[in-house]
């Protein structure tokens, strides 16, 4: 069930240009940036020069990065995101196909990448290429540096109409979904900062609720409570949210939709 948030909180946004990619360097530099209060969700566009569809893209993709929408995104707990930085990429597949493309399945492709929750620690990364890319790397002098590496958990794929509004709406409920996901990683994981209101009423409610066996009715009950509120109070989203977690760790699967 997909609920529009209407919170108190707004982010402090930094908006950005479209930067064309240059370099791996300059590309995973930003994506793999780390900053707990000020993270930066990196919005890509990877296209070819001979996609018509690509072409079409490029003006809504600058007024994407444009949108004073994008500065009306909710901070979901401020005592741990203060503001919200956006970084917007043009990839062009022609030149980087082979290290920052070669997943995709056509163009144009547009993704957000999650910023990391924690510093990028290359010593425990291992070169993920065999000895023949190795060996020519070596011969070419290019060199490979570790913090070139993306894990896959941090991208979202945009699937819809290319028009500004629906991509306005993804910007928004990608971050939004992903602090909410911060928040309860840090609630189940009992790592809450006794500053942080939100998370310790978070953890007393998980605590409360963690041997609740029939989740899914009482997530029904809130998603009814829902349908009649404009504006979703954010300790009744919480709570939705914790319940969500507990039948997803308990691999109980919440009622559908059309089962209410």
Same mark, same amino acid.
């Given at each position: 069930?997909?609920?529009?948030?209407?919170?108190?909180?707004?982010?402090?946004?930094? #908006?950005?240009?479209?930067?064309? @990619? $240059?370099? =791996?360097?300059?590309?995973? *530099?930003?994506?793999?940036?780390?900053?707990? /209060?000020?993270?930066?969700?990196?919005?890509?566009?990877?296209?070819?020069?001979?996609?018509?569809?690509?072409?079409?893209?490029?003006?809504?993709?600058?007024?994407?990065?444009?949108?004073?929408?994008?500065?009306?995104?909710?901070?979901?707990?401020?005592?741990?995101?203060?503001?919200?930085?956006?970084?917007?990429?043009?990839?062009?597949?022609?030149?980087?196909?082979?290290?920052?493309?070669?997943?995709?399945?056509?163009?144009?492709?547009?993704?957000?990448?999650?910023? #990391?929750?924690?510093?990028?620690? @290359? $010593?425990? =990364?291992?070169?993920?290429? *065999?000895?023949?890319?190795?060996?020519?790397? /070596?011969?070419?002098?290019?060199?490979?540096?570790?913090?070139?590496?993306?894990?896959?958990?941090?991208?979202?794929?945009?699937?819809?109409?290319?028009?500004?509004?629906?991509?306005?709406?993804?910007?928004?409920?990608?971050?939004?979904?992903?602090?909410?996901?911060?928040?309860?990683?840090?609630?189940?994981?009992?790592?809450?900062?006794?500053?942080?209101?939100?998370?310790?009423?978070?953890?007393?409610?998980?605590?409360?609720?963690?041997?609740?066996?029939?989740?899914?009715?009482?997530?029904?009950?809130?998603?009814?409570?829902?349908?009649?509120?404009?504006?979703?109070?954010?300790?009744?989203?919480?709570?939705?949210?914790?319940?969500?977690?507990?039948?997803?760790?308990?691999?109980?699967?919440?009622?559908?939709?059309?089962?209410?």
């Amino acid at each position: 069930m997909k609920i529009l948030l209407c919170l108190s909180l707004i982010a402090t946004v930094a #908006l950005a240009i479209v930067e064309s @990619v $240059t370099s =791996l360097d300059q590309f995973y *530099g930003v994506v793999n940036n780390f900053n707990a /209060t000020n993270p930066t969700y990196t919005v890509v566009k990877y296209y070819t020069n001979w996609c018509s569809h690509c072409k079409k893209l490029k003006p809504v993709f600058e007024q994407l990065s444009e949108s004073s929408v994008l500065s009306e995104v909710d901070i979901v707990d401020p005592a741990l995101t203060s503001g919200i930085n956006f970084a917007f990429f043009e990839v062009d597949c022609e030149l980087f196909g082979n290290m920052l493309c070669k997943r995709l399945d056509g163009f144009p492709a547009v993704e957000i990448i999650k910023p #990391l929750r924690s510093e990028l620690n @290359v $010593t425990r =990364l291992e070169d993920p290429r *065999g000895w023949i890319d190795r060996l020519l790397d /070596t011969i070419t002098n290019a060199g490979y540096d570790l913090t070139w590496t993306l894990d896959t958990d941090r991208i979202v794929t945009f699937n819809g109409r290319r028009n500004l509004d629906v991509f306005e709406r993804f910007v928004q409920a990608v971050v939004t979904s992903d602090q909410w996901d911060r928040v309860l990683q840090l609630i189940v994981n009992d790592n809450c900062s006794d500053k942080d209101e939100l998370c310790e009423d978070g953890r007393e409610y998980f605590l409360k609720m963690n041997d609740e066996t029939n989740c899914a009715e009482k997530i029904a009950d809130i998603e009814n409570e829902m349908k009649d509120l404009k504006d979703v109070p954010k300790d009744l989203m919480l709570r939705y949210m914790i319940l969500n977690k507990i039948s997803e760790l308990n691999n109980e699967e919440p009622l559908e939709q059309d089962e209410l």
